[in-house]
Every structure is written in C-alpha cells, then in structure tokens.
C-alpha cells in the first residue's frame, strides 16, 4: 500500500441517503433530550456523522473504521465537532462498546475513494494492483486469494458472492492465465481476461462483464459477509431500549441477511417491510446511490 496517509484529500467520499439516515433516527422516542450517544458503524469520510453531529448539538457519537485513509479523512472533516466524536479504529464486527447507545448506523457500501484510488484495487477503471482490501493491513490481498484457491473453489466464490452465472469459465481462464502467464499485472489486465469469458455482445454492455467477478473477490478479501453476519448478531446488545439501528446496503446479499434480521431476531421491532430507496433527485445527482437499500429496527 503506497498511498500517503499524510495527504488525505483524495477522500471524497459522498454519503448515501443522508436524509433518510436522519429520519430513521427519529423513530427513537429520546431523540431530542440531552448526552445523545450514538454509533457510526462505517465512518467513512464522515459524512453521515457531520450531519447528526450538526443536528443534534448534544450528541456524541463514536466512529468505526477499519481503513486508516477514511480514519484521517473524517478526523479533518469533523474537526469541528472534535469534542463530541471519538473515531475508532475497528472494524464493526470486533467492537465492543463500554456502554450502551441511542442508535447505530450502518452504509455498508464500499467507499467511493475506495473505489476510485487506483492504488486501492478495487476497480478496473483505472489500473491498479490486485487488492482491494478495506483494511490495508490484512494478510491477504485479491492477488493471493486467487493463487490460493483452486479452480473449484475460486468458482464457487464468483458464483457465491457474484452471482455469476459463467462463474466455472471465469475461474478457469484464471487460473489458466496464472499458469501460463503468472501473475497478473494489475487490474485492468484481470478485468480484460474475465471479458474474454463473455460472448462478444456482452463485452460491451453498460454494465463491464467483470464487475460481479470483482464484487464476488472483494467480498471475499474482507469476508464482508461473515463480518456482517456476526455484527447483525451483536448489535441489538449495544442499543438502548427502543434504540434504532440503521442499515444501508448495497447488494442482495447484504440486504438479504439484513432483512432477515430485522424481521426474525425476537430482540428487534422491523420498522422497514420493504426497503427505504433513494430518491430520484439524490440518484441524478450520485449515480452510486441507485442500488442503496436502508433498513431499520428498533430494540424492544
């Protein structure tokens, strides 16, 4: 990981669903009296916490996260509100709060700074190392994953976590090209190779024939989904009586054990049937906001 953690500014991160975020809050019937405390679970840039923190004047808040990039960024961008927010580095699922809270708040999206620095390697836009790890200091990057698994395994993740239907093709031609070729240069070499799977009128679709192959290494590089599934289980114990808990999320997997959740775990009140989306005017504005899905609950 090259980036320089003294220069922060690359982070430009735009927060999805702020408003709604605000709103879900308001189901907690406490919400407006004094020493307000709260959890933003994926901190981020800071975006949705600026926003509660200017609201709500009395509120402290406690900021997750486990990429030291987004740590700085946010450290900056609520400067002003120092005194009230205390920003942790943590990854959700491992956190243990010393005491109780009014809400927890969740964008369970990967960052757009995530995205766009090259050096990251979340992305095939522009090229970069194979990686994509959120916390840049775990031991195993997208590249190694790749070389570890065998051919069956490596399918069976695209197809897992990407719902990829030509999941065996792609895990073939992979694994042929370590073979051959050794490793790959970075990702837009990846990203080529996964497109050549595809017959030639789907190369050139809207959407790039390698996407759900880089959700499906992605998620498996941070074990998104297991890390998810043990915060899901946790969470309800750091909430107050009638606490809220907000999640926002990005794709069916996700949303799927949110859903599920909220609606079986006999500790928390659904107060989302269906998915609170963005609106029209936020998704003209950030085109990453369109697949977002909020969900709430509320402590019994």
């Not at 926003?51 to 808040?61: A, E, F, G, P, T």
């Not at 987004?70 to 580095?89: G, H, N, T």
């Not at 390698?210 to 969470?235: D, G, P, S």
Request: net charge positive.
């Amino acid at each position: 990981m090259q980036t320089d953690l003294s220069d922060s500014s690359f982070f430009n991160h735009q927060s999805v669903m702020t408003d709604e975020i605000m709103a879900s809050l308001e189901h907690y019937p406490l919400i407006h009296n004094n020493q307000l405390k709260g959890i933003d679970a994926t901190l981020g840039g800071g975006g949705h916490s600026y926003h509660l923190l200017r609201k709500y004047s009395d509120l402290n808040i406690i900021g997750l996260d486990q990429d030291p990039f987004a740590r700085k960024s946010a450290s900056k961008k609520l400067d002003e509100f120092k005194s009230r927010i205390d920003i942790r580095a943590s990854n959700f699922a491992d956190f243990v709060p010393k005491e109780k809270v009014s809400f927890v708040i969740a964008d369970l999206g990967v960052n757009s700074n995530q995205i766009d620095d090259p050096k990251r390697g979340f992305s095939f836009q522009k090229d970069g190392p194979l990686d994509m790890r959120m916390n840049p200091f775990l031991d195993v990057d997208a590249e190694k994953l790749i070389e570890a698994l065998n051919e069956k395994d490596l399918a069976n993740l695209i197809y897992k976590y990407g719902d990829e239907r030509l999941s065996r093709k792609i895990a073939r031609k992979i694994k042929l090209d370590l073979k051959e070729n050794g490793k790959y240069s970075g990702t837009k070499e990846l990203a080529y190779s996964i497109a050549g799977c595809f017959p030639p009128k789907q190369r050139y679709k809207k959407i790039h024939p390698a996407t759900r192959t880089f959700q499906a290494l992605r998620i498996a590089v941070n074990k998104e989904i297991e890390v998810l599934e043990k915060f899901l289980q946790v969470v309800p114990e750091w909430l107050l009586p009638g606490g809220i808990i907000s999640i926002i999320s990005f794709h069916s997997l996700e949303d799927r054990l949110v859903k599920s959740c909220f609606k079986n775990d006999q500790r928390l009140k659904n107060l989302t049937k269906k998915p609170i989306t963005p609106s029209e005017q936020e998704v003209e504005l950030n085109k990453r906001a369109r697949s977002g899905k909020l969900r709430i609950a509320q402590l019994n």
